[in-house]
């Protein structure tokens, strides 16, 4: 029921609302004592330099930042639903007090800690101060007609005292002026929530911008879990490949050298015996070449190199179970990596169109926006399709992600089903 009111009516009863303000008045007291302590330990620090002692205390004003800035995390994220991952350890490449004290001097990471511890205080101040009055006008001016007898009956006077010069005075007390009161309080209730939540957003920034990993060290992490998905990929196309060759064209082969050894031995008493083992041993090396082709084509197929995504996607598009059509609009071919990557998400999404989809068409359209090569794939079958609980989308969303793609999957129980997938253009 909530649900429906408007959103002006809710926020001030919502629970982000009354955590945000939790998260501002606490943050007052918190930011002053970070601030008092950041300044004392680094200044003292600083003045020190001159000798040896100033070192060990910066090194340890900078970790005691490190450590305010734990707290803030865990205060965002319990609060304003912000998750920021703590920055990488400090660790001296000696793993000595002399190592740890340079590399904790020479860590980005820590000085932004105490520009946080620095910069936040006088923010705190601002958004505590006009939360507060906002909060606090608000709701006693919107309640002022519950609680306007405390005046008249313990104060000596009518009721709030609007203006007074010591010949005339001006209170609220007739039923319009306290009904006018109320409706100023209800402006400043329902206005406070929003004002509030754009607060907490430059906290967010804060938080987000000068307590996490900085972007290198993000883009570096990413980069080498990219780096394990594009090893194990390697590794399961191997051993799916060597597992292809020992079922298929491999057992083909043995049998092909079986009846050939035969032949030869009924050459001379049974010719007629012998040409049918011959017989059968073609039909052999027909089905082996023929499985030697498909795992080639698996791999990359001859006429992706030759002819580019067009003719090898309606190649593929030719053995699906059901009718597909093709639109490839690209003005230039891609490099060969997200080319092969894209014929290979291409046809992976086919195959489950086949085996999974109940549908009675598919589309497959290739395009190319800006510096992103665009894949779509529909199909108008039962949908219900999902990342997370499809071992072969969750696959290949690895396999795109691995080269900074995207794979987005809208299926809705009953269908249709419209996979997007962006894959970074390099011509």
């Given amino acids: 029921m909530a649900s429906h009111l408007p959103a002006a009516i809710r926020a001030p009863f919502e629970g982000r609302t009354w955590r945000a303000l939790l998260y501002v008045l606490i943050g007052l007291p918190l930011s002053v004592c970070w601030f008092a302590l950041s300044i004392a330990f680094v200044s003292a620090g600083a003045g020190l330099l001159i ?17 305010f800035g734990v707290v803030e995390r865990a205060r965002a994220r319990a609060l304003l639903d912000v998750d920021v991952r703590a920055p990488e350890p400090v660790r001296g490449r000696t793993g000595g007090a002399f190592s740890w004290m340079g ?9 932004r800690h105490l520009l946080y511890a620095i910069v936040h205080m006088p923010w705190a101040i601002v958004s505590f101060s006009v ?70 957003a430059v906290d967010r920034f ?34 799916r490949i060597e597992r292809d060759l020992h079922d298929g064209a491999q057992a083909r082969l043995a049998a092909l050298a079986m009846d050939l050894g035969l032949a030869k031995e009924k050459l001379a008493e049974d010719p007629q015996a012998a040409a049918v083992l011959v017989d059968e041993a073609h039909g052999e090396v027909k089905l082996a070449l023929q499985e030697l082709r498909d795992l080639a084509r698996g791999i990359h197929p001859a006429v992706l190199t030759d002819r580019g995504l067009d003719a090898a996607l309606s190649a593929v598009a030719s053995r699906c179970a059901v009718p597909v059509s093709v639109d490839v609009d690209l003005p230039a071919r891609p490099v060969a990596a997200i080319e092969g990557i894209a014929y290979f998400t291409v046809s992976e999404l086919l195959r489950n169109v086949t085996a999974h989809a109940r549908a009675r068409r598919a589309w497959v359209d290739v395009w190319r926006t800006g510096d992103r090569l665009m894949l779509q794939v529909r199909d108008d079958g039962v949908g219900g399709a999902h990342v997370v609980t499809g071992r072969s989308l969750s696959s290949l ?28 253009w390099r011509a």
């Fill in 206 to 239: 804060l938080v987000s911008g000068l307590l996490g990993p900085s972007r290198l060290a993000s883009r570096v992490t990413e980069l080498e879990s990219d780096r394990g998905v594009v090893v194990d990929t390697a590794a399961a196309d191997l051993r």
């Fill in 103 to 111: 590399a904790m001097l020479k860590s980005g990471a820590s000085w």
């Fill in 131 to 200: 939360t507060v009055a906002f909060w606090a006008w608000g709701w006693s001016l919107f309640t002022y007609p519950l609680w306007q007898w405390v005046f008249p009956a313990y104060v000596g006077q009518d009721g709030i005292q609007l203006y007074g010069d010591g010949s005339h005075d001006l209170y609220l007390d007739s039923p319009f002026e306290i009904a006018v009161t109320s409706l100023v309080g209800l402006l400043f209730v329902m206005t406070g929530p929003w004002l509030l939540r754009g607060f907490v």
């Fill in 397 to 424: 969303t690895e396999r795109v992600g691995a080269v900074d793609g995207v794979l987005a999957v809208d299926s809705p129980e009953g269908g249709p089903t419209t996979v997007t997938v962006e894959l970074p």
């Fill in 51 to 67: 000798t040896f002692l100033g070192v060990p205390i910066l090194a340890g004003a900078l970790a005691m930042c490190r450590g």
